[in-house]
């Protein structure tokens, strides 16, 4: 009896798993296929729901996992941006080996403010103000510092359908670009969540102390949350900056870009894979909405996340993907 059951589960498993790869194929398809069918500005809201889900990914490895809230990644994506734009203006590096450079700028400056904080037990709201501290850091100096373009910024030469610099003449391509890119980090933490060090992630959010009692390396575990996260919100800079042609210190390390790819995840659920998606589905279509009818008021849609967050605080504190998941269990309760 016991084995027919077990045999039943396992066919039921398999069951399941084949049905949610089929949903996954057909998703990935209408995805790919979805470019050709809508206009070009509902192109660029797709590109930046893509583009804030790597950083929102990014932001909820170190945050979401390991329970690191950080409310200065933008510094990630300033040094992302910055870097690869810099190679290709002044050496002419393709962004395509200038991100490979812009993720090793990012994970060394984020291993080394994660050494200052965790190897001295500055975690919690300590580590927040230290990220905020640094991003406002490399924000007064890459507007003061004239070698970087000052305030003003940096313009990126249009060089035409130069797929090789990772510029096109169209939305189409950035749109798969950013696709791809999105889908791989999607992957990535799907694949890591359920790993060693990713149960490892789960077990110093949920209690250090004990987790390290037990004989994690906690300091470890954070540093390595450290870095992934800071290479792929890096990433996410990078093609930031090859997408709209033009960076300056505000749209980089200002402390709204951190906000913006903060709150994504919280949204949608931090610590789990689809959270930063479904937060950056919600809230891009709206920040981009606010920004075009408010365009006289240009921090309305700031206003807006500020209730949004408050709401999911008070009513959703696991994000909607948390909210979904009990509204579920209710319903097969139910039947």
């Known amino acids: 009896m ?40 509902i192109t660029h809201t797709m590109i930046m729901i893509f583009i804030f889900t790597i950083m929102g ?26 870097t690869s734009t810099l190679l290709f203006l002044h050496l002419g590096l393709s962004p395509w080996i200038g991100i490979i450079f812009a993720c090793t700028v990012s994970i ?26 640094f991003a406002e850091i490399f924000h007064l100096v890459s507007t003061t510092w004239e070698a970087v373009g000052g305030s003003l910024g940096l313009l990126i030469p249009l060089e035409g359908n130069a797929p090789a610099l990772m510029q096109f003449s169209g939305k189409i391509p950035f749109y798969y670009l950013s696709l791809w890119f999105m889908v791989g980090a999607l992957y990535l933490v799907f694949r890591f969540e359920k790993t060693r ?80 998606l479904l937060g950056s589905i919600v809230l891009t279509p709206l920040a981009e909405f606010t920004r075009e009818v408010f365009q006289s008021y240009s921090g309305v849609y ?27 269990r209710k319903s097969r309760g139910k039947n």
């Open 108 to 133: 060394s400056v984020g291993l080394f403010v994660g050494f200052l904080s965790f190897r001295y037990g500055l975690s919690g709201p300590f580590f927040a103000l230290i990220m905020l501290a």
């Open 2 to 41: 016991m084995d027919q059951t077990r045999h039943t589960s396992g066919h039921l498993a398999k069951g399941l798993g084949a049905k949610k790869s089929i949903v996954i194929i057909l998703v990935l398809i209408a995805l790919h296929v979805l470019p050709w069918a809508i206009p070009s500005h």
């Open 302 to 328: 700031l206003m807006i996340y500020g209730v949004v967050l408050v709401i999911v605080i008070m009513f959703l504190p696991d994000g909607l993907i948390g909210f979904a998941k009990t509204m579920l």
């Open 57 to 82: 990914q990014g932001w909820n490895v170190l945050g979401g996992y390991v329970g690191q809230f950080s409310f200065g990644h933008a510094l990630f994506f300033g040094l992302g941006a910055y």
């Open 197 to 276: 060090t990713g149960l490892y992630f789960l077990a110093v959010r949920e209690d250090k102390d004990a987790a390290e009692a037990l004989g994690v390396n906690t300091f470890k575990s954070q540093m390595t949350a450290m870095a992934i996260s800071a290479g792929m919100t890096a990433i996410g800079g990078t093609i930031y900056a090859q997408y709209l042609l033009y960076i300056d210190p505000d749209i980089t390390f200002g402390v709204i870009n951190s906000v913006e790819i903060m709150i994504r995840p919280i949204i949608g659920g931090p610590g789990t894979v689809l959270g930063p």
